[in-house]
T-cell receptor, first 114, second 113 residues
Framework: NAGVTQTPKFQVLKTGQSMTLQCAQD?????MSWYRQDPGMGLRLIHY???????DQGEVPNGYNVSRSTTEDFPLRLLSAAPSQTSVYFCASSAGQVRTDTQYFGPGTRLTVL | GDSVTQMEGPVTLSEEAFLTINCTYTATGYPSLFWYVQYPGEGLQLLLK?????DKGSNKGFEATYRKETTSFHLEKGSVQVSDSAVYFCALSDRSSASKIIFGSGTRLSIRP
């Protein structure tokens, strides 16, 4: 059971480049989300999905797109990278209601935008 | 809006010392409260949780009690070990934001042998 997997682990981009951060889970979880972690700011929610075909914005959605075509996958796209998007990105999933259910986090992707 | 405030770190203790990491929250309604832990180079893991007032969450020797009257959820451990060195995040999820968790800024804990 792999849990939540993320690729790549590290990435360096130039300003204006695009890329997709991959996230997959094998626990058949309905709820998935993306967070960014910045020093002194904890984790901030970027986008989330409550099931295949359904996505919504979190606290800091600007500059990021998501889609959820399958239960397993929830990719995060940066269309035109900016230095302000330098951060560590975490994907998470849970079986049901976030209010009561444990969230399972992936190992993270460290992104640097030059 | 909802928010979580944690004591600032870093916190450095000697092995076997008593640990308290303070956490207070602001929320509408009756949130669920969580402590997550992040070991070096890893993602976050749930440490413990409490879903209603006066509940006590516990795991791996850590405890936290949901205190509605003081809007607090302080993390405690009676005797810390070097392996407890990590970053600890307090978090909440409210009925009004059923799909979202709000995290505190994290407290880095270092334990000296």
């Amino acid at each position: 059971n792999a849990g939540v997997t993320q690729t790549p682990k590290f990435q360096v981009l130039k300003t204006g480049q695009s890329m997709t951060l991959q996230c997959a889970q094998d626990m058949n979880h309905e709820y998935m989300s993306w967070y960014r972690q910045d020093p002194g700011m904890g984790l901030r929610l970027i986008h989330y999905s409550v099931g295949a075909g359904i996505t919504d914005q979190g606290e800091v959605p600007n500059g990021y797109n998501v889609s959820r075509s399958t239960t397993e996958d929830f990719p995060l796209r940066l269309l035109s990278a900016a230095p302000s998007q330098t951060s560590v990105y975490f994907c998470a999933s849970s079986a049901g209601q976030v209010r009561t259910d444990t969230q399972y986090f992936g190992p993270g992707t460290r992104l640097t935008v030059l | 809006g909802d928010s979580v405030t944690q004591m600032e770190g870093p916190v450095t203790l000697s092995e076997e010392a008593f640990l308290t990491i303070n956490c207070t929250y602001t929320a509408t309604g009756y949130p669920s409260l969580f402590w997550y832990v992040q070991y070096p180079g890893e993602g976050l893991q749930l440490l413990l949780k409490a879903t209603k007032a006066d509940d006590k969450g516990s795991n791996k020797g850590f405890e936290a009690t949901y205190r509605k009257e003081t809007t607090s959820f302080h993390l405690e451990k009676g005797s810390v070990q070097v392996s407890d060195s990590a970053v600890y995040f307090c978090a909440l999820s409210d009925r009004s934001s059923a799909s979202k968790i709000i995290f505190g800024s994290g407290t880095r804990l270092s334990i000296r042998p």
